[in-house]
């Protein structure tokens, strides 16, 4: 008769994380085991430094939010040695690149919406985002 050992229900844990499972059942013989997960919603995402100590995050109605257009991981910067693309208080131009987003080994850009300035940057660089999340907000400039 084979028995599980701790090191049998560590390694069965690890393997549910590395999977991204809920649950998982072995059986050998007349002995089986489950070792489950509960997966929670993942937390909002944190503010990040800029937004921090830009004050309260304040959107009024002539702030809009820069959307991420896919899920994946976010990038501020083109490059790891590179500055960032915009930092708090930046002025932009619609169509301007703010950031990138890696999925499946490519990176896609995100665009500004509009002109203005980034009032707050909600997410940190290699944070993973999902689409429609907001990346950061722009204040609009008047026209």
Same mark, same amino acid.
């Given at each position: 008769?084979?028995?599980?050992?701790?090191?049998?229900?560590?390694?069965?844990?690890?393997?549910?994380?590395?999977?991204?499972?809920?649950?998982?059942?072995?059986?050998?013989?007349?002995?089986?085991?489950?070792?489950?997960?509960?997966?929670?919603?993942?937390?909002?995402?944190?503010?990040?430094?800029?937004?921090?100590?830009? $004050?309260?995050?304040?959107?009024?109605?002539?702030?809009?939010? #820069?959307? *991420? +257009?896919?899920? /994946? @991981?976010?990038?501020?910067?083109?490059?790891?040695?590179?500055?960032?693309?915009?930092?708090?208080?930046?002025?932009?131009?619609?169509?301007?690149?703010? $950031?990138?987003?890696?999925?499946?080994?490519?990176?896609?850009? #995100?665009? *500004? +919406?509009?002109? /203005? @300035?980034?009032?707050?940057?909600?997410?940190?660089?290699?944070?993973?985002?999902?689409?429609?999340?907001?990346?950061?907000?722009?204040?609009?400039?008047?026209?």
């Amino acid at each position: 008769m084979q028995h599980f050992t701790e090191q049998d229900i560590k390694w069965l844990a690890e393997l549910l994380e590395a999977e991204d499972l809920e649950e998982i059942e072995v059986q050998t013989g007349d002995e089986s085991v489950v070792v489950s997960r509960k997966i929670a919603s993942p937390p909002p995402p944190a503010p990040s430094p800029q937004a921090s100590l830009a $004050g309260p995050l304040a959107v009024s109605e002539d702030t809009i939010p #820069v959307l *991420a +257009p896919m899920t /994946g @991981v976010f990038y501020r910067a083109p490059s790891p040695n590179a500055p960032p693309y915009v930092e708090v208080g930046d002025r932009v131009e619609g169509g301007d690149v703010v $950031g990138l987003i890696e999925a499946m080994k490519m990176f896609n850009e #995100v665009a *500004a +919406p509009a002109g /203005g @300035v980034i009032a707050h940057i909600l997410v940190d660089n290699e944070q993973s985002v999902e689409a429609d999340q907001p990346l950061m907000f722009i204040k609009l400039s008047p026209d």
